[in-house]
């Protein structure tokens, strides 16, 4: 089935680097979330773009879609230790309403050395 | 208030045991869902509820059960599980199913089976 892929698996940076983390996918996508998991945590809504090209931004974080809605980035700058865990992207699978699925990519285990 | 509420929080349970997870909104959202996430993976879509009513089950073994009993509670009964159900068990939800929707998760059930 569709399936969206993420890269790296895993990410350790000194703090203040930066980090970015990239979602694709086959087939163009309707929108995509952003879901961050801090360890031992469950998953938590960042942000969800819709628009082809969309760019948004949340404090020291900056979302971005393709212009093909086929792929998504999700940058931080200036990392600090507040940001270490797993940031998943999700996409939807299924045509809409009640068919519709949200589906993870594999995540980004972000890690921050102090 | 804007929280999905899990009980319990660890559960261990026998194989030949039955047993259940408990799932409560107030946020008025219509749509409810049943994820499992094992360790270092991203969580994986089991049951989707939408105003009150399965509509999506993916392929989920006859073990798992699950039950909406009214727009605010979402519950999953275990009877006869394996070892290898031993997982996070995640409920979350949104204001209806489909796109467009950021979810809202629960702090999940740790279910160890022995």
């Known amino acids: 089935g569709q399936q969206v892929m993420q890269i790296p698996q895993y990410q350790h940076v000194q703090e203040g680097e930066d980090f970015t983390t990239y979602c694709n996918s086959s087939?163009?996508?309707?929108?995509i979330q952003w879901y961050k998991q801090r360890p031992g945590g469950h998953p938590v809504f960042l942000i969800q773009?819709?628009?082809?090209?969309e760019v948004k931004k949340q404090k020291r974080l900056t979302f971005q879609f393709g212009e093909a809605k086929k792929n998504s980035s999700l940058h931080i700058t200036a990392t600090q230790t507040t940001d270490v865990g797993t940031y998943f992207c999700?996409?939807?699978?299924?045509?809409?309403?009640?068919?519709?699925?949200?589906?993870f990519g594999k995540g980004t285990l972000l890690t921050v050395n102090p | 208030d804007t929280e999905v509420t899990q009980t319990p929080k660890h559960l261990v349970m026998g194989m030949t045991n039955k047993k259940s997870l408990k799932c409560e909104q107030h946020?008025?959202?219509?749509?409810m869902y049943w994820y499992k996430q094992k360790a270092k993976k991203p969580p994986e879509l089991m049951f989707v509820?939408?105003?009150?009513?399965?509509?999506i089950n993916e392929s989920v073994p006859s073990r798992f059960s699950p039950e909406c009993p009214n727009s605010s509670l979402l519950n999953l009964h275990l009877h006869a599980l394996q070892p290898e159900d031993s997982a996070l068990y995640l409920c979350?939800?949104?204001?209806?199913?489909?796109?467009?929707?950021?979810?809202?998760f629960g702090s999940g059930t740790r279910l160890t089976v022995v």
């Open positions: 087939t163009t996508l309707s929108n």
């Open positions: 509820y939408s105003y009150e009513k399965l509509s």
């Open positions: 979350a939800s949104s204001q209806v199913a489909g796109r467009g929707y950021g979810y809202t």
């Open positions: 773009l819709v628009k082809s090209g």
């Open positions: 946020m008025g959202h219509r749509a």
């Open positions: 999700a996409g939807p699978v299924g045509s809409g309403g009640s068919n519709y699925k949200l589906t």
